[in-house]
């Protein structure tokens, strides 16, 4: 059988891009220029093209949530495996932390004792930070529910949300209730999302505020 | 606006399968006995009916992994996203290692040198394990080729492949290849698949075991 020919992963990721961008043509896609490179890395991410009409920004949100990453907003995700795939050295590069308060001891405790999810419980942790908060949903609807009521009582407003959560009950419900909201966002529409399409927008964000510097 | 309902999240867990099963029933689908956990996980995980039509399963695939797992085989991922989302309580109660080399230096130092992936490279690192390995591949197609040209030439032979890696280019010919050799598999055909993926086949397995044997 014929060797496959070996190949770098930027030269991969370059080819994907190439290949992503095609098919949209195909299909008759034409993104927003400010959101292109964020829902085509989605894309790349998920190999779901679903996404190029679910993946919702409320006005401006991409240039929002750059300033926002460049003026010293922190990203909280909801889990840990979001965390693990937010790139390290593009935080590094650009001096952003990223969090995730599922591990912690007590948000373990607080939910047992509320009876509701440690990412709800997660998300009033991210509430005593010091600095603005990007809040990353990838997994748990109760973690958009959470902030949604936080806002609405006036108790806490993130200063940004990624809005990925995946899931059969209370997903739709909990997005279309963000985006009433005045916070800014990116909310995939629908019942899919996950933790990779959290790390995906994350990374896509930062790489643009990489390239730009660099470039 | 009413409030949504709190549920804890083996309630929204509960109910997300009956969705799944309705809505499988639906589409006319019916899932073999065997491999329906371990497929309507990757549903929940993913909210893409689409797999219950690409999940591919070797001969008796859940049998050989679940006594894989019991008779002390490691999981090794090809990335630490999957890897943080494996459970590790279920890993821990079945005293099952699971491991990622993707962060190792060695694996970058030989990526470099080689000019390749190091999710390539990290696969020969878990051929050096002394017990059997679960490779659990959900991003690199590189993984699973360096995985095939290993196991053609006779070098090393994984005791199961996981192949659910996502993408445009290599991906579905990696899989293709995978699917010729006789290793034992669940491989997603297609683009699809993912971290997420990888996470929720490993977890499936493990919650099958937990539950035959707590009753």
């Known amino acids: 059988m014929d060797r ?4 770098l992963p930027e030269e991969i990721e370059r080819r994907s891009f190439e290949i992503i961008s095609a098919e949209l043509e195909e299909r008759g896609i034409v993104l927003a220029p400010d959101q292109e490179r964020i829902t085509k890395r989605v894309i790349h991410t998920s190999a779901d093209f679903d996404y190029a009409r679910t993946l919702t920004y409320s006005a401006h949100a991409v240039e929002t949530a750059e300033r926002l ?23 590094a590069k650009l001096q952003v932390e990223a969090r995730c308060f599922m591990a912690d001891q007590t948000v373990a405790r607080l939910a047992r004792e509320r009876g509701t ?5 997660s998300m009033e942790l991210a509430s005593r930070l010091d600095k603005p908060v990007i809040c990353a949903i ?10 949604y009521e936080m806002i609405r009582e006036g108790r806490w407003r993130p200063a940004f949300v990624i809005g990925v959560p995946v899931g059969f009950v209370h997903v739709e419900e ?7 909201t005045d916070v800014p966002y990116i909310i995939n529409r629908g019942r899919k999302g996950g933790s990779t399409i959290a790390a995906a927008i ?14």
């Open 117 to 121: 999810t440690r990412a709800a419980v």
């Open 174 to 180: 909990a997005k279309r209730r963000m985006m009433e």
């Open 69 to 91: 990453l460049l003026e010293g907003a922190c990203i909280v995700t909801d889990t840990n495996m979001a965390l693990a795939g937010i790139n390290k050295g593009a935080l």
């Open 4 to 7: 496959i020919e070996r190949l």
């Open 138 to 147: 990838g997994n748990a609807p109760t973690a958009l529910l959470a902030l």
């Open 202 to 215: 994350c990374n896509a964000l930062l790489y643009g505020l990489l390239q730009k510097r660099e470039g």
